[in-house]
T-cell receptor, first 114, second 112 residues
Framework: NAGVIQTPRHKVTGKGQEATLWCEPI?????VFWYRQTIVQGLEFLTY??????IDDSGMPKERFSAQMPNQSHSTLKIQSTQPQDSAVYLC?????WGGGTQYFGPGTRLLVL | QQKVQQSPESLSVPEGGMASLNCTSS?????YFWWYRQHSGEGPKALM?????GDKKEGRFTAHLNKASLHVSLHIRDSQPSDSALYFC????????????FGKGTKLSVKS
């Protein structure tokens, strides 16, 4: 079991450019979560999917962030018109039990917006 | 107000010593608690879950939950240098509200 796979591991973008982050959850897991980690804010929830359907996006900045899960094997987080304050580590997690099971995290994508 | 608060912010213990980490929640909807550990450059890794009042022991790690006071603790006995990491307490309401709310973390250093 390779665990949760995230690509790329590092991404550098210029201010105003678009960034797309990819996540491959653990096979068979029904829930996929996205979090963001910064020194100042810590770990913050962004959004999650259950059986590919969006369930809760209460943590997503409304204007420039979007997430999709087109099939059970991958999810994407897209940030349009990136800003320096978007610089963070973006973490994807999956869980076999959407209701309250343990979430297994990937290594994260470190995004730097210059 | 931070819904999950951890203390101390940092902790240093000698190799072989006991490390005690604390976590308090201000949201009574939280029913499920986890301790995660994160080494530099890696994602958080689940150490233990605890959902019922009392103690739960797994190897060198013991978690304690008091739902009345919404207090969770983690005790690491016989601490090893490899235990040096950032430790997070995380809580969830469960059901359709499965997102985790994390504390700010405790940085543990085990000195050999």
């Amino acid at each position: 079991n390779a665990g949760v796979i995230q690509t790329p591991r590092h991404k550098v973008t210029g201010k105003g450019q678009e960034a797309t982050l990819w996540c491959e959850p653990i096979s068979g897991h029904s829930a996929v979560f996205w979090y963001r980690q910064t020194i100042v804010q810590g770990l913050e929830f962004l959004t999650y999917f259950r059986n590919q359907a969006p369930i809760d996006d209460s943590g997503m900045p409304k204007e420039r962030f979007s997430a999709q899960m087109p099939n059970q094997s991958h999810s994407t987080l897209k940030i349009q018109s990136t800003q320096p304050q978007d610089s963070a580590v973006y973490l994807c997690a999956s869980s076999p039990d959407w209701g309250g099971g343990t979430q297994y995290f990937g290594p994260g994508t470190r995004l730097l917006v210059l | 107000q931070q819904k999950v608060q951890q203390s101390p912010e940092s902790l240093s213990v000698p190799e072989g010593g006991m490390a005690s980490l604390n976590c308090t929640s201000s949201d009574r909807n939280f029913q499920y608690f986890w301790w995660y550990r994160q080494h530099s450059g890696e994602g958080p890794k689940a150490l233990m879950s605890i959902f019922s009042d009392g103690d739960k022991k797994e190897g060198r790690f013991t978690a304690h939950l008091n739902k009345a006071s919404l207090h969770v603790s983690l005790h690491i006995r016989d601490s090893q240098p490899s235990d040096s990491a950032l430790y997070f307490c995380a809580a969830s309401s469960g059901g359709s509200n499965a997102k985790l709310t994390f504390g700010k973390g405790t940085k543990l250093s085990v000195k050999s």
